[in-house]
């Protein structure tokens, strides 16, 4: 009878301890979504540009591709991006 009840009792605290790790974890959501990203995507094929304000990584760029509505991650010292730094401070 004893094995038994320990038995519930474990069952129950390891599904109290499954419904409360139900939500994501803080390493899942604040992860980089750019790993690296292009340099040769001509400013001409771009849609919009999406920079996201991720910690711990670097300057996160996304760019919507007017063609195909494909996103391309970029990388942020691309060279006509790096002329246009005014231009990614406002976005940000």
Not at 4 to 15: F, R, Y
Not at 55 to 64: E, K, S
Request: charged letters at 15%; aromatic letters at 4%.
């Amino acid at each position: 009878m004893n094995v038994k009840c320990c038995v519930l009792i474990a069952l129950v605290l390891a599904i109290i301890c499954i419904n409360w790790t139900q939500g994501k974890p803080s390493s899942i959501i604040n992860r980089c979504k750019c790993r690296g990203g292009t340099k040769r995507l001509h400013p001409n094929h771009i849609q919009k540009l999406i920079v996201l304000p991720i910690p711990n990584c670097p300057m996160q760029i996304i760019a919507t591709l007017k063609n195909n509505g494909g996103q391309v991650c970029i990388h942020p010292k691309t060279r006509w991006l790096r002329n246009r730094k005014r231009y990614l401070k406002s976005l940000m």
